[in-house]
């Protein structure tokens, strides 16, 4: 018996595809390309040196010898093969792209919103432009990363994505935070 699959997004029947943006808002990315990065033993210093030199990714630190490659420019396959390729024998790559769900939170108030459901110090001084941590938000476990002064990007496992889209508009509800898809 042959199935026909329809790709769909984990949160399709709950954004709406498009919504006026307040000053507080959280965008639901529909393309991105996600890949683990696993470090083969004893290469974590050299993977880590040749991620960091491709401008053309953003990498998010997941664990020792362990990173979240995104990019929203290359299409999964593309990402998957490019890194590869790059890394050889000193990485395992994992293509996450449909297993994950990418948000994008925004706004002057967004440090306030998180840290009504984070456990860590959400400070300039202290969570920096560039980086990210494996946390809990609320109860679910969410890479986050300061990706702009005020601009956060949470990476979920996608089964956990509705959940987390309900947490987050509890937490920004005070802040009128909007909600919409974005490209």
């Known amino acids: 018996m042959v199935h ?3 790709e769909r997004h984990a949160l399709e029947e709950l954004v709406p595809l ?3 943006a307040s000053a507080d808002h959280l965008a639901v990315v529909v393309r991105q390309a996600i890949v683990t990065v696993l470090a083969a033993d004893g290469h974590e210093r050299a993977v880590a040196s040749v991620l960091s030199s491709d401008e053309d990714i953003s ?3 997941s664990a020792p010898g362990e990173w979240l490659v995104v990019s929203g420019a290359q299409t999964p396959e593309l990402l998957h093969q490019a890194l590869s390729a790059l890394l050889g024998e000193t990485a395992y790559c994992i293509d996450q792209s449909h297993g994950r769900v ?3 939170l925004s706004g002057p108030n967004a440090r306030a919103i ?3 459901g984070v456990g860590i110090d959400l400070h300039p001084s202290a969570f920096q432009i560039g980086q990210s941590a494996n946390v809990l938000c609320a109860h679910i476990s969410i890479n986050l990363a300061l990706v702009g002064g005020d ?3 949470i990476i979920v ?3 956990f994505a509705e959940s987390l889209l309900h947490d987050l508009r509890q937490m920004g509800r005070a802040f009128d935070l909007s909600v919409s ?3």
């Open 18 to 20: 498009e919504a006026a």
């Open 4 to 6: 026909q699959f329809q």
């Open 114 to 116: 998180l840290a009504k």
């Open 151 to 153: 601009q956060f990007e």
């Open 59 to 61: 990498v998010r630190f």
């Open 157 to 159: 496992m996608r089964s």
């Open 102 to 104: 990418l948000l994008r």
């Open 181 to 183: 898809f974005s490209p």
